[in-house]
């Protein structure tokens, strides 16, 4: 896993895409390039709210050719911890952000004939900048992204005004257009690679579907911006540098719990990933006073994203 390097940038415009979905552009505070970085990268916002701290992941949508600015769209959820809502009522223009250098979890398969995008609601971020990426490239493409009618559908106009529109597919529930998902993956054609990232009913029908028609697993690439919260039995955490122990609930997280015993303001954030080759599922959570914890555990194939 890569070490994430954390900068302060400059909010230099906002804009509203949709009700719920808001668009940042994010400057160096230098006027310098900012890091460089590949199709599918996120980076990780840290915001501070009074002793309320918060560090979310945001996937890059703007063009890896040009880092004179980043872009990151950030859907308001409607029970969201505090940094959707942070960033959608007190975040402006001219504002600064710490966020981190660029790390990729999602990127397209070099050796791909052809790259199948499905995207479901703002799931779709990723693939904006798979698809800058892509816009000098011989290698070819297909965009379906999924939502439930025209108006919450973010990036629309830029989508049906793209340079190679006759490769974006938009699909509304509300409209009869839903996406066949069973003839579009029954007629892939050989060498296809195929990137799903939407909510987690989306990934779990590809994964099925994909599993029904025998589709090569190593084909398949999942990126979920929603994990479901789940509880276990409870257990006990050690920090290993100064041995203090304490106990996690059934109800709560390890980040929870870290939180609430912190004592002094802890720089935290938490990067979640899959190893799909080991399909092994692990969780890094750092600390800027030099703690790590790192937990891992096997999960059955069908369960990685």
Not at 270 to 292: C, D, N, R
């Amino acid at each position: 896993m890569s070490d994430y390097q954390m900068f302060e940038v400059q909010v230099s415009q906002v804009e509203p895409l949709t009700e719920q979905v808001k668009r940042f552009t994010l400057v160096a505070t230098d006027g310098k390039p900012l890091p460089a970085f590949t199709g599918g990268s996120h980076v990780i916002v840290q915001m501070s709210d009074g002793d309320n701290q918060y560090s979310n992941a945001y996937s890059l949508l703007s063009s890896p050719h040009d880092t004179s600015c980043y872009q990151i769209a950030v859907r308001l959820k409607e029970n969201s911890r505090g940094g959707s809502r942070f960033l959608h009522q007190q975040v402006k223009v001219g504002n600064r952000l710490t966020i981190s250098t660029p790390n990729n979890l999602f990127a397209l398969i070099p050796s791909a004939r052809k790259h199948l995008f499905i995207a479901g609601s703002i799931g779709i971020t990723p693939f904006l900048s798979h698809m800058a990426e892509l816009q000098h490239s011989d290698v070819d493409w297909q965009l379906h992204y999924c939502s439930r009618n025209p108006e919450s559908c973010a990036f629309r106009d830029e989508l049906v005004q793209h340079p190679q529109a006759e490769k974006v597919h938009l699909h509304h529930s509300s409209t009869g257009t839903r996406l066949e998902l069973a003839r579009l993956l029954a007629d892939i054609e050989p060498g296809t690679h195929v990137y799903t990232c939407g909510p987690e009913a989306l990934n779990e029908a590809v994964r099925s579907e994909a599993a029904r028609l025998d589709i090569v697993a190593d084909t398949l690439h999942f990126e979920q911006f929603a994990i479901e919260d789940k509880t276990g039995d409870a257990f006990t955490l050690v920090l290993a540098r100064s041995g203090k122990e304490f106990v996690v609930p059934e109800e709560m997280t390890i980040l929870q719990v870290i939180e609430i015993i912190k004592p002094r303001k802890w720089n935290v954030y938490v990067v979640k990933g899959y190893a799909e080759p080991a399909k092994q599922q692990y969780w890094k959570v750092k600390l800027t006073i030099g703690i790590s914890i790192l937990a891992m555990k096997s999960v059955p194939a069908s369960k990685v994203c």
